[in-house]
């Protein structure tokens, strides 16, 4: 129970720290939730929840094939809010994008040969 506790605050403090730049320095708050923090705490967490080196690497190998479709939302929220579209209807939007290119990179990657 303490562990899922300190996952939770950990990952609780990742989050305001973000914010928290943010409202200071825009470009350095973008810099830090760019980095693989999380990433590299789940695999932190993974290893010591199960050691298993070809887990690790299905994990890894899947993360970025997952992170690719993720990546276009980046792109449509500037330029929905330099549109002047509401921020709540632009997060929707990118969120939605983001879905749709999980649903097709889940559909698509058997047939690339990957295993996610």
């Known amino acids: 129970m303490f562990a899922l506790v300190a996952k939770a605050l950990l990952s609780g403090a990742l989050i305001v720290a973000i914010a928290e730049i943010g409202k200071r ?3 350095m708050a ?3 939730a760019s980095l693989p923090l999380v990433s590299v705490l789940g695999m932190i967490l993974l290893w010591i929840g199960r050691p298993d080196a070809e887990n690790m ?4 190998g899947a993360t970025f094939w997952y992170v690719l479709p993720s990546l276009p939302m980046f792109l449509l929220i500037p330029v929905l809010l330099r549109a002047g579209v509401n921020f709540w209807v632009t997060l929707i939007a990118g969120c939605v994008l983001t879905i749709v290119l999980y649903l097709g990179m ?3 990657a ?3 040969g990957l295993r996610l």
């Open 110 to 112: 058997p047939r690339l």
């Open 25 to 27: 320095q825009a470009a």
């Open 57 to 60: 690497a299905r994990h890894a």
């Open 106 to 108: 889940t559909a698509l």
């Open 30 to 32: 973008a810099l830090v």
